[in-house]
């Protein structure tokens, strides 16, 4: 079993998702940034209890192991959603054309 999360996007890069995705109210890429942090917690927790030996050890396994599994799976869909919004994945900014979309969608709700 594998003791160590495999990740793609480090935390500070989760924030700034977090952060430009807020920005812009674009919810959706937020959204999966935020659990795969929620996830990371969890994973370390479990991780945490395994080390300490604690009883139920096969309990703390299991649920690091589906955390795992959720984590990869949660970053690819953010890399995914991303690349089909058209996210500048080198500095993790999201696109003109979103944030104009989200202008206009203000505009028409004033």
């Not at 659990?35 to 209890?49: D, E, N, P, S």
């Not at 192991?65 to 500095?91: F, P, Y």
């Amino acid at each position: 079993m594998t003791t160590e999360l495999s990740m793609h996007y480090s935390n500070e890069q989760i924030e700034q998702i977090l952060e430009e995705a807020m920005i812009y109210m674009c919810a959706c890429p937020a959204q999966v940034a935020e659990q795969l942090l929620y996830l990371r917690k969890l994973f370390a927790y479990q991780q945490g209890c395994i080390s300490k030996g604690e009883l139920m050890a096969d309990v703390h396994r299991r649920i690091s192991e589906s955390a795992r599994k959720a984590h990869a799976e949660l970053e690819q869909c953010l890399s995914d959603v991303m690349i089909m919004e058209g996210w500048d994945m080198q500095t993790l900014t999201m696109p003109a054309g979103l944030r104009e979309l989200r202008q206009k969608t203000i505009d028409q709700d004033q």
